[in-house]
């Protein structure tokens, strides 16, 4: 199993432009998520997803868009990217069991820099 | 809302000596409660959680944490820190035992002196 990958590594973007942050995840999980992290104030939660098709907003999900069209992909959009927005992108993803030994898997991150 | 405050935001300690990072949470309901370490430049690793049952809970690499309702706290403990421990903890508190929507605490960074 490759776990959850994320691309790219890291992107720089200028003010105005849009892109999307892949994540895909090969264990079968149904939940997924997306956290953005700032320095000190540890991971925000950005949106979720319990299943294909189903999707949630999180803390901060103000300039992001999320869908679930497959149980392996969770893209996140930036429409209109703001200099706000640089910060490190965490997606993860954990199965829908419920014992205790659940794990929620993180990716490795997306460094993105908002000129 | 809940909430998650790790007060200490640095902490450095000599290898071999005892560690306990503070960990309090601020929930409504029945907290289900994780502590996660971070190396540098990477994602972030579960060391244990807790939602049910004995109040101390036992995690990967030695560490074990303990949960007090009365003092709204989760301190995460190590009886002997070694050099490779160095890295950032968090703290979170989750609506459910999946853990798949939490609220972190801001992170204790952890050095290690040889």
């Known amino acids: 199993n490759a776990g959850v990958t994320q691309t790219p590594k890291f992107q720089v973007l200028k003010t105005g432009q849009s892109m999307t942050l892949q994540c895909a995840q090969d264990?079968?999980?149904?939940?997924m998520s997306w956290y953005r992290q700032d320095p000190g104030m540890g991971l925000r939660l950005i949106h979720y997803?319990?299943?294909?098709?189903?999707?949630d907003q999180g803390e901060v999900p103000n300039g992001y868009n999320v869908s679930r069209s497959t149980t392996e992909d969770f893209p996140l959009r930036l429409l209109s990217a703001a200099p706000s927005q640089t910060s490190v992108y965490f997606c993860a993803s954990v199965g829908r069991g419920q014992t205790s030994q659940e794990t929620q898997y993180f990716g490795p991150g997306t460094r993105l820099l908002v000129l | 809302a809940q909430s998650v405050t790790q007060p200490d935001i640095h902490i450095t300690v000599s290898e071999g000596a005892s560690l306990e990072l503070r960990c309090n949470y601020s929930y409504g309901a029945t907290p289900y409660l994780f502590w996660y370490v971070q190396s540098p430049g990477q994602g972030l690793q579960l060391l244990l959680k807790?939602?049910?049952?004995?109040?101390l809970v036992q995690g990967i690499k030695g560490f074990e944490a303990e949960f007090k309702r009365s003092q709204s706290s989760f301190n995460l403990r190590k009886p002997s820190v070694h050099w490779s421990d160095a890295a950032e903890y968090f703290c979170a508190v989750g609506s459910n035992n999946a853990g798949n929507m939490l609220t972190f605490g801001g992170g204790t960074r952890l050095m290690v002196k040889p």
């Open positions: 264990m079968n999980h149904e939940y």
């Open positions: 807790y939602f049910s049952g004995d109040t």
């Open positions: 997803s319990v299943g294909a098709g189903i999707t």
